[in-house]
């Protein structure tokens, strides 16, 4: 069945971008919208937005202006930037696929196992 | 932006009872509801979409209803490894798709 794993950095200073990719085995990346959640500790879930293998990306509108999404299907990756981070941004960050189409986002299965990103100096 | 609003906060039930999670909106979201299980140091894991549709693999003992603004998720008689925290998540109105807060179920 499909997995996903997030990588990239731990630890991120604050104002510089955060990085993450996500990478999809035991199926193609192609035809599917993919998104990034992430989860403060302690706290709740919050979508970060979404990117199908076209390119077309959603944002989440709180986020939009600090949010870069890409995707290499070659390489049956996609990936986040997030810029200007601050300590607000440390969380656990997920990707997800999303089981929904170009008019509508919907549920999210499966999901990677999460990273945890810190932003600190 | 909806908010979902999920109630209680943490749930007591012992292993064998029912548990009854809630979850509200603040405008109509239709049957464009999933809920999701997440265990300490796991990724959330999907229940329920469509507000009442399990997902493969989920167990019947998870049952989903509700339409508009109020949703419920019940466990008819929670196991052991049912004790978790549990989230709903709106897909009608986006973006952005909203979560709500959570509601943990805890061992009495």
């Known amino acids: 069945q499909v997995q996903l794993q997030e990588s990239g950095p731990g630890l991120v200073k604050p104002s510089e971008t955060l990085s993450l990719t996500c990478t999809v085995s035991?199926?193609?990346?192609?035809?599917?919208?993919w998104s990034w959640i992430r989860q403060p500790a302690g706290k709740g879930l919050e979508w970060i937005g979404r990117?199908?293998?076209?390119?077309?990306?959603n944002y989440n509108p709180s986020l939009k202006s600090r949010v870069t999404m890409s995707v290499d299907t070659s390489k049956n990756q996609f990936s986040l930037k997030l810029s200007s981070v601050t300590a607000a941004d440390t969380a656990v960050y997920y990707c997800?696929?999303?089981?929904?189409?170009?008019?509508?986002?919907?549920?999210?299965?499966?999901w990677g196992q999460g990273t945890l990103v810190t932003v600190s100096s | 932006e909806i908010v979902m609003t999920q109630s209680p906060a943490t749930l007591s039930v012992s292993p064998g009872e029912r548990a009854t999670l809630s979850c509200r909106a603040s405008?109509?979201?239709?049957?464009?509801l999933a809920w999701y299980q997440q265990k300490p140091g796991q990724a959330p894991r999907l229940l329920i979409y469509?507000?009442?549709t399990r997902a493969t693999g989920i167990p019947a003992r998870f049952s989903g209803s509700g339409s508009g603004t109020e949703f419920t998720l019940t466990i008819s008689s929670l196991q052991s490894e049912d004790f978790a925290v549990y989230y709903c998540?709106?897909?009608?109105?986006?973006?952005?798709?909203?979560f709500g807060q959570g509601t943990k179920v805890e061992i009495k």
């Open positions: 990117i199908y293998t076209s390119g077309s990306t």
């Open positions: 997800a696929r999303d089981q929904g189409g170009a008019v509508a986002v919907s549920w999210f299965d499966p």
């Open positions: 405008q109509s979201v239709s049957s464009n």
């Open positions: 998540q709106q897909y009608n109105n986006w973006p952005p798709v909203t």
């Open positions: 469509g507000a009442s």
């Open positions: 035991g199926g193609s990346i192609s035809s599917y919208y």
